[in-house]
């Protein structure tokens, strides 16, 4: 099995409802370095997994839509709490989405897999693993 | 699948005994960073694979029972050589304890493996993976 | 020149003013890994720049008046950019109040420097360096 | 199941034939910080994955044969393009010959899956997973 | 003393001259991941040192003139090693150039240093430091 | 002013003495990972500030002397509490003695200053810095 990894980060506020988040209760934010890993079981006919350069980019499209935001005011948030690892998903699924739109290629249809892993410091980091 | 990580460390000494250790035979050290990453299929009630801050706390609970010892004098591991992969189970295996003595929370207990990763030095680390 | 650094970490919210800021004039938010560095010229009786432990702590207590709070909201800051660059200067400053207070402990007086060193992402990081 | 990981580098030149490549069409290089897992389900009689000192031996034998080299003008890699991932590959392959070739030990058969991972910036890397 | 770095990377070949370098007299290459880092004693108008963004977009323009290139064919560097000491110079010495050309904006006329550091691998790196 | 850096580690056993170190004072250990600074106004004939090959080979050296012990038996540390700043000096100190005993070459002798960072873990690490 081969896999690629690109990282790059956003920045968001946010804030938790539950007890269980103590002082994250309040309006905060989080800078998340963000690894997006592409797995197939064998390379494309450029030798290839996914072309990094159309990884990075289509990974930076998807922060895009994340980035400088307060998540409590997102729509699509709405009566959620977007912690570490629901976001994780959120990318995962929404890189999964443009796999499938073809905007990673044509041969990229030949992945199997996505996982996406979120740093949320140097301490603590959070992850999501599917299937294409 | 998702899962979290939390990280903390340890500093302790021991030796080992076999040919194959050549100077470690010696009593020396280390400092391990050690990884406990949690998994689960689905998230809890609280949009989470289980709390940061309870999972740092029991991590720190496990790891104080090494901490700033000589390894070679407690009972626990008399007659082994604690290495680095023996070390990572120990420490998964207490954190398993944990996690069924509901020290993690009642959602806890919907987790579904831990792995314990202990990194050496800059250059070797290792892993112990198990179901919960 | 001897000199001891820790590490902890804080998770904000802010907005910025000025057109240079772009998209990070909405409200959004950052993770600041900070390392505060103590330098001295001669080590203290004990054989140390300051104790880990006492510098970890005060850290720790600098961080806690920071952390989990949208920094737009915080009458210290009113009217000003809390870049990264200004805030590593305010924990730097909070620091050595620590340190003339006595709060490292007595030899800790014997201090000649602090630098404080916030990571806002893997890719970017501001300092501030200052005597004591 | 148990794991280690070894750490070390190679820095190669290479160009790659196709237009997704761009400008890598042309001759560069890269550092490729290599990690090279081991995977296993018990430990071996000294308590061990594999001995970190083996293992690291036999990682620098094989990244000896790529190192400091133009890797278009290596026979082996003839009409290929030697992509991270690619690279992956070749050294997991002979990490496996060599531990077949009881290299690592004769404990070492007892592995049963190898993990390469390239690094080839701080923003991206790849791997390749094989059973033993 | 104020300090901001930004991180970025770039992929080259070259070939060294000289018996000290033993198999780096081969055609080679080399990712180097580089630090630039600018200083200022006091913050501009906007509470900056420099504005993060301009920065990272200076040092990909400077980079741009590097990447992905065999530095032996270069005319710039005609009869000089391109060390890795060597090239942080060179990054350094443009980046100078582009704030003297007001390419940071008009406010990094105040900046009073600048160093770049290229990391050439997990084990080596090397920087250069210089004023404006 | 050019500087490279080269990154090793050490194994050892150690305690402190003093209520100062808390449970450190139990006998205990740490994997310190080393990095060694050579820093120099001009470059030498060859285009360095000091061989790579040579300055990790002396470090290496340096490091030997000191790897897999406990540092309490050590004669040369009777009395002392074996703090990371300690060591720091310690391995300064012995290079800046290589330097001068010619280890690193005719051309290392045109050395300015020697810095010696020891990482004690992810959160903690000390330095010395000296001329030559």
Chains 1, 2, 3, 4, 5, 6 share one sequence.
């Not at 209760?25 to 030798?47: E, S």
């Not at 998807?62 to 977007?82: I, Q, S």
């Not at 199997?112 to 949320?120: D, F, K, N, R």
Request: proline share 2%; charged share 25%.
């Amino acid at each position: 099995m081969f896999a690629i990894t690109v990282r790059d980060h956003v920045m968001i506020a946010h804030s938790f409802r539950g007890e269980v988040f103590g002082p994250a209760q309040r309006l905060h934010g989080a800078t998340y370095v963000v690894d997006a890993t592409f797995r197939r079981a064998d390379l494309d006919p450029d030798g290839l997994v996914v072309d990094i350069g159309l990884a990075t980019g289509e990974l930076g499209e998807v922060l895009g839509g994340l980035n400088y935001r307060n998540l409590d005011d997102e729509p699509d948030f709405a009566g959620v709490n977007t912690s570490t690892e629901f976001l994780a998903k959120v990318i995962a699924d929404r890189l999964a989405d443009h796999v499938h739109a073809g905007a990673l290629g044509e041969h990229a249809r030949g992945l199997s897999g996505i996982q996406v892993t979120l740093h949320e410091s140097h301490v603590a980091w959070a992850s999501y693993e599917r299937d294409l």
